[in-house]
């Protein structure tokens, strides 16, 4: 790490311009810090045509928490190179990186400034009809072409130890899959929550299924994951959506994506009982999210058995029976890590705006329980859930 230094805005406005052609000879430019990331510094690099460039470099710590929280800066590599795989399955839902260097730990990439970050807009109650279909056909080929279905057995072996993230991986291992389930000092608990979270901290029975659940993610190399697809790390417009932010990239469990996309959606579904006063309007866009989750799944299920069925290079895996299989344990895996998602959305650490931004404190606990009991529920229910319709009765129920 002897030549790392974090940036200053000269420097990464020196980064950009070097890096690219972007801006062109005889470019006026400017730098802009800015705070959207939690891990991160990001820049805006400008010129004075209005051209821009994003430069993100990761620092030897977590910059939201400071250098009490050590982090390799290696995750920088990482993102940068699940990021360009993932481009060059998916190039027009990811965003585009134009150059990285593992010494700076710096990132360029094309700046979104046509999009706006999806948590932002759900929490706005605006409605995106492509979005399911455009997220689904992102899971199916990242997660298909990484996989031991398209990979020879040394390639995807190689691949595994390229990115094993083992910092980052830790972070979701504690802050996911233990914290929300002990007396933990990192989890946030308001006081209306804390009888629910005690509730957790005993519950021997929930905790084993999500024990089930992490030694999956510690041990099921199944693809390469973005490894935090929240509805913050997509960029979202009238046509089209981009997935950023992929430092927790790693080669985990398919249902983990997968469950973290239908986590969000649960949650925005949720939150809007206490975000949005006028019940015509609520009802107009919790339906919307209801179609956008069936269809995330159906069609998400119809490529990736699609690939399985025409593309499978390995011959055992070719067996019918067995995508059948395969197929059935992905949507149990991501129903329960969409219930993980929720919980630790609720009491862990990091929270999401979909519920605290409910600006009435008892509509906003309500909400939060019934995060927590849908959560729960997909969790423990989830080997038996035969369909995704099951799951929209389940939400129906909470009421
Ligand atoms: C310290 S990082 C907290 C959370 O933010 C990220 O987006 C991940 O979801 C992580 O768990």
Request: charged fraction near 20%.
């Amino acid at each position: 790490m002897s030549d790392y230094h974090s940036f200053t805005t000269d420097d990464a406005m020196r980064f950009a311009d070097e890096h690219s052609d972007w801006f062109g000879e005889h470019s006026r430019l400017s730098c802009e810090k800015l705070g959207e990331d939690s891990l991160n510094l990001v820049f805006r690099v400008s010129n004075d045509k209005g051209r821009s460039l994003i430069v993100k470099q990761a620092l030897p710590y977590a910059y939201c928490v400071g250098e009490s929280w050590p982090l390799t800066i290696d995750r920088a590599r990482i993102e940068a190179e699940v990021l360009l795989k993932h481009g060059k399955l998916c190039p027009e839902l990811t965003v585009e990186v134009l150059h990285y260097d593992v010494t700076q730990a710096a990132i360029l990439t094309e700046d979104l400034k046509e999009y706006r970050m999806l948590r932002d807009e759900l929490v706005a109650a605006k409605q995106f009809p492509q979005l399911a279909e455009q997220l689904a056909s992102y899971l199916a080929n990242t997660l298909y072409y990484t996989s031991d279905f398209a990979l020879t057995g040394p390639n995807k072996k190689q691949q595994v130890g390229r990115f094993l993230n083992a910092d980052m991986c830790l972070i979701t291992e504690d802050l996911s899959f233990t914290d929300p389930y002990c007396n933990h000092e990192r989890n946030n608990i308001t006081p209306e929550l804390r009888t629910a979270a005690q509730q957790l901290w005993h519950d021997d029975a929930l905790q084993a299924e999500v024990a089930q659940l992490k030694a999956d993610f510690l041990s099921k190399p199944q693809a390469l994951l973005h490894g935090n697809l929240h509805s913050s790390s997509i960029f979202i417009n009238d046509d089209n959506c981009k997935v950023i932010a992929a430092g927790f990239g790693f080669y985990g469990p398919m249902g983990f994506d997968i469950g973290n996309v239908l986590a969000s959606l649960l949650l925005n579904y949720i939150g809007h009982t206490g975000l949005t006063e006028d019940v015509g309007h609520r009802q107009q866009h919790q339906q919307f999210l209801l179609e956008q989750i069936s269809a995330l799944w159906h069609q998400f299920d119809s490529s990736f058995k699609q690939l399985m069925a025409q593309e499978c290079r390995e011959p055992m895996l070719q067996n019918t029976a067995y995508q059948q299989r395969f197929i059935s344990q992905i949507f149990a895996d991501a129903l329960g890590y969409a219930g993980c998602e929720l919980i630790r959305r609720v009491v862990g650490m990091a929270h999401v705006a979909d519920l605290e931004q409910i600006s009435n404190k008892t509509l906003r606990t309500e909400c939060e329980h019934k995060a927590l009991k849908l959560g729960r529920q997909l969790i423990m229910q989830r080997r038996e859930l035969a369909n995704i319709e099951q799951v929209l009765t389940m939400l129906s129920y909470l009421e």
